[in-house]
């Protein structure tokens, strides 16, 4: 394929962060505020490091192109990165206090379904239309919902709040357009530090002395945070967006795959029916992007 290595970069952004329970459940013990303290702190160097002085020209081209925009522009462009900056911090917030302190299958779910959310919000908030196929994908994602619900209600409930967050960052970022995209995400996360860096002496823990735990949060830092992102950068250049967006589910399949056979978390038949209806409902939201492609091989 032409565009082979973009999609492989792609490929593995997602099985890499498919295995971030891995080094996230050794730190079930620490609050989830001090996990999500150090790495936002942690990333917030390394990415400043990296924009700031490894990617100079790319800043300064940037820079040139941020003084030309309409005031108009500016604005928004501002507003868009702060609040995506924003909800970043509370996605990875609850993220790591759901799959620490509810169970992986909860974390996992929350991904099955933000695909689906982010495009419903979507169709609302920025009028992108829905076939009668995604649609019905919708439906069978609500029903499969109510499923689970009917088992733990707190559980899916926290699921959906970490599906909503990362919906609404991606659905405002879509517009948020004109300037590099690592140089805004850099952005976002050194405001994600500003809020928290307030917050670090009032609510931190002791500090932690275990040299394990430091090394977890470099682990999730670079390898499930930083390096996947520089891969997805990457692979945007030669993969389509339907394709990153059929890819992004290897992340939570992988989870609740993850969570069953390594964790042992125990499933039952209305999770198993559950899951079912969400796998069901990704083949058909993405119908035809699918058949599309098998008519493609043909």
Known sequence: MKFSKYYVAAFFSFVIWGFFSLALKPLKSY???DILFYRVFLCAVIMAVISFF?????????IIKYRAMPVAQKSRVVLQTLG????????????????NHI??????????????????????????????????????????????????IADIS???????????????????????????????ILFSAMILLPFYPEYSAALPIELSFYAFI???????????????????????????GILLYINPLMNFSI????????????????????????IIFNERFICRKRTAAI
């Open 54 to 62: 490894v990617r100079r020209k790319v800043l300064g081209d940037n």
């Open 84 to 99: 995506g900056g924003l909800l970043l911090t509370a996605n990875w917030f609850f993220f790591i206090y759901v799959m």
């Open 158 to 188: 926290y699921s959906l709040i970490v599906a909503a967050s990362y919906a609404f960052y991606l659905v405002s970022q879509r517009r948020n357009s004109g300037l590099d995209k690592f140089l805004l995400l850099t952005i976002q």
């Open 103 to 152: 169970s992986v299958k909860a974390a996992s779910f929350a991904y099955l379904v933000c695909p689906i959310m982010t495009t419903v919000i979507a169709y609302f908030v920025l009028d992108e239309k829905l076939s009668k196929w995604q649609w019905s994908a919708v439906l069978i994602s609500v029903v499969s919902c109510a499923l689970l619900s009917f088992a733990n």
């Open 259 to 282: 969570a069953i056979i390594y964790f042992h978390e125990p499933i039952n038949t209305v999770q198993i029916i559950a899951y079912s209806l969400i796998f069901a409902s990704i």
């Open 218 to 244: 470099f682990l999730i830092a670079v390898l499930f945070t930083i390096v996947p992102l520089f891969m997805n950068l990457y692979a945007l250049q030669g993969v389509t967006s339907s394709t990153m």
């Open 31 to 33: 609050p989830s505020l």
